[in-house]
Structures are given as structure tokens and as C-alpha cells.
């Protein structure tokens, strides 16, 4: 009989409620489930509101979970917060050696992008001769990320010269990333994963409505993105399409938000709603006539692979999008969706009309990307290579 490979998640803390770094642990997770592994999730911090409370150990959606604190709510209070991470560090220290000790401790995924984590998981799974691999998701700068201290300069460059050194496999999300990773570690062995969903789940969701809208979904805080989308839809000659944003953020930023829609010439055509039920999200993107999401000629857009993009070819609806970055590499204009040349709000304005204007080509182009999807964004297709990272 084969023994099964015993897996842990490390570094991210707040599981299982969240959005895209979380659901790519979860997906990854079932990927390895689906293989014959066991997954943990390991949360060092209690991070979750009263009103989110969940037991301290459990599962979800198959996956085991901890919290080493002993409770996943968040305590008030600043002494009790270092109290809380200090019990949950060395309770996270001690659980690991555990595991180890009763063979249930074979590969760790680490899930953070601070450098004295990384080093510090490193250093203890290294001790305990348990297989690394760093989870790559982002590209770290000090332009990007708008902290110039020294020490934030420090660790962004000890991140760059070693995190990818002492970790045994990196798993990059872009094409950009791979172009990082080998500057800084050449002949590191990497596997580049890609968003991934359950397709399995998001077809059990019908289309059930006859309103005709575009949808974006992503924070107000990409607040760029959003003035991107509502000059471009203010271009569009049509009076019948809707616009539906969701789209959560502070109490400031959806009062601006709001302020902004009010203003816009087709107001009584936009929607906005935030904080839905995850069920509920994916139902209107079922129901949407295409799914919106532009990507700008920017190293934060180009390293990135946004989540949204395998849950909207999940959902089998037409994306929208511009000509760059992984969408680039990964769709064809006309055929998976429809790509403006280049981030420019008349150009993707183009391109919403033409949807409009050609619904037999917008549902041809639904199912070619739903196609494609099946094997680049489903999680079933990365089991046994997620697998083979830790024999």
C-alpha cells in the first residue's frame, strides 16, 4: 500500500473565509486531496471577527484546518494581540514538531510573502527534513508596495537574493514571475499554477435571469480600474445593457463609489453591491451577459494572474479584457474573448459594443474560453504535478 503525502499550508492565517489568496489555498488543497494526499491548513493568528467564529480545528470543503491560538477569533486589545501571536507562533512551532513525530509531516506549501517568515518556516522545516515549496503570487517592490523605510528595503531585497534559495520549489503564478524567480535563482525547480477553480461546483449554477448586464467584480480600491470601466460603458451606444459592479471597500470608499454612480450619464443602468454570499457571486456571474475585467501595462498587472479570471471561465460567460499580460498569453481576441489592443477606455468601449452587437459570437466565444478552462483553470488538471512536487 502507498502512503499517503501529509501536506501543510503555512503562512496565511484567516482560513477559510477570504478571497483570492484564500481560495487558491483551497483549490490547490482539493488538487492534492484529489492526488491521495492529506492536507492541513495551519492559521497562526486568530484573525476572524465574533461574527465569523468557527471551532479552532476543523474542516472545510475536506480540508483540515488549526488554529494554534486555540480560537479563531481575533482578541481585543493590543497586549492581547501579542499574547495571541506569540501562542500561536510557538504553538505552530510545536504542532509542526508534532506532526513530524507521528509521520504525518511529508511537504509544506508557505504562504507568505514577508521574508522573515519565509525564512523562519524554512529554517524549522529544513530542521525537521520536510520539502518546501513557496507559494509566488506577487511581484514585490518597493514602488509597488509604497513603503520606503530602510527595513522595508531590506526585506524586499533579502526576499529577491534568497527566498527562492532556501525554499526546495517555487510555485510562480505568471510568466513575469518565472522571468523573476530565474534571474534571482537560476535552475530553481518551479511549477507554475495558474487560478484554478472547481468547475464541477460552478455547474450547478443555471442562468435564471433575463436582466442583460456586464459585471465587474474587484475592490474600490482599485479605484483606476473602476473609473476604467464607467468611462468606458458611458461610451457604449446602448440603453439596455447593465452594468453591475461589485465592489466592497472601507465606508468611504463605497460612499464615493456611490457618489461617482450618481453622477454617471447611465446611472439608472449601474448596480453596485458588496459583501454577497460567495453562492450569490458566482450566480450573477452565471447570469452576466459578459464579465469585465481590463488589465493595465503595469509590472502589478503583468506579474499578477487575477483569481477572478478562472471563476469567470468557470461561470462560461465571454470575458472582457485588454491585451496584456497573462490574458494575453492565454486567450485569443475574437475567439476565447475579446481583447482591446491595449488599456484604453475607447478601445474597450469597442469591445463592449461589439458584444452587444454580435450575441451569437459572445456565446460562441463563452464556450471555446469554458473549453479552454477545463484544462488551464480547473484544479483537477494540476493533481499529480502539484503531487510530484513533494516525492
Not at 97 to 104: D, M, Y
Not at 143 to 163: C, P, Q, W
Not at 184 to 212: E, H, M, Q, W
Not at 316 to 345: H, P, W
Request: aromatic share 12%.
Amino acid at each position: 500500500m502507498i502512503n499517503k503525502k501529509h501536506i501543510v499550508y503555512l503562512g496565511y492565517s484567516g482560513f477559510p473565509l477570504g478571497y483570492a489568496e484564500v481560495q487558491k489555498m483551497i483549490m490547490v488543497s482539493k488538487s492534492l486531496i484529489l492526488a491521495g494526499c492529506n492536507v492541513k491548513v495551519i492559521n497562526r493568528k486568530s484573525v476572524l471577527k465574533n461574527s465569523d467564529r468557527i471551532p479552532a480545528e476543523g474542516s472545510f470543503e475536506g480540508i483540515d484546518y488549526i488554529y494554534t491560538t486555540g480560537t479563531s477569533v481575533r482578541p481585543t486589545g493590543k497586549i492581547s494581540n501579542v499574547i495571541d501571536s506569540v501562542k500561536g507562533l510557538f504553538g505552530e512551532i510545536s504542532y509542526l514538531c508534532k506532526l513530524k513525530q507521528q509521520n504525518r509531516l511529508d511537504g509544506a506549501i508557505i504562504s507568505a510573502r514577508s521574508f522573515k517568515w519565509i525564512l523562519l518556516y524554512s529554517f524549522i522545516l529544513k530542521m525537521l527534513n520536510v520539502k518546501t515549496v513557496l507559494n509566488y503570487v506577487e511581484h514585490r517592490s518597493i514602488e509597488l508596495e509604497g513603503n520606503d523605510t530602510v527595513l522595508h528595503r531590506f526585506s524586499i531585497a533579502m526576499y529577491h537574493k534568497f527566498a527562492f534559495k532556501i525554499v526546495d520549489v517555487v510555485m510562480p503564478i505568471s510568466e513575469y514571475l518565472i522571468g523573476v524567480l530565474k534571474e534571482y535563482a537560476p535552475g530553481r525547480k518551479y511549477l507554475k499554477v495558474t487560478p484554478i477553480c472547481d468547475f464541477v461546483t460552478f455547474k450547478r449554477f443555471k442562468r435564471n435571469s433575463k436582466d442583460k448586464y456586464f459585471l465587474f467584480c474587484g475592490a474600490i480600491s482599485y479605484w483606476e480600474l473602476i473609473e476604467f470601466i464607467l468611462d468606458s460603458y458611458e461610451k457604449v451606444n446602448d440603453d439596455s445593457t447593465k452594468l453591475f459592479l461589485i465592489s466592497g471597500g472601507s465606508k468611504k470608499l463605497i460612499k464615493k463609489l456611490q457618489y461617482r454612480i450618481d453622477r454617471h450619464p447611465k446611472k439608472d443602468l449601474i448596480k453596485h453591491c458588496y459583501d454577497i454570499p460567495y453562492e450569490e457571486l458566482v450566480q450573477k456571474y452565471v447570469n452576466a451577459y459578459a464579465l469585465l475585467i481590463p488589465i493595465r501595462h503595469t509590472i502589478q498587472d503583468i506579474a499578477r494572474y487575477p483569481h477572478k479570471i478562472s471563476e469567470y471561465v468557470a461561470a462560461g460567460r465571454a470575458i472582457i479584457s485588454t491585451n496584456e499580460g497573462e490574458v494575453k498569453l492565454q486567450f485569443k481576441d475574437g475567439e476565447t474573448a475579446l481583447l482591446a489592443k491595449k488599456y484604453d477606455v475607447n478601445m474597450f468601449a469597442e469591445k463592449m459594443q461589439y458584444a452587444i452587437d454580435n450575441p451569437e459570437k459572445i456565446e460562441q466565444i463563452s464556450k471555446n474560453a469554458y473549453q479552454m478552462g477545463m484544462e488551464v483553470y480547473n484544479y483537477k488538471s494540476y493533481s499529480e504535478s502539484l503531487k510530484s512536487l513533494f516525492e
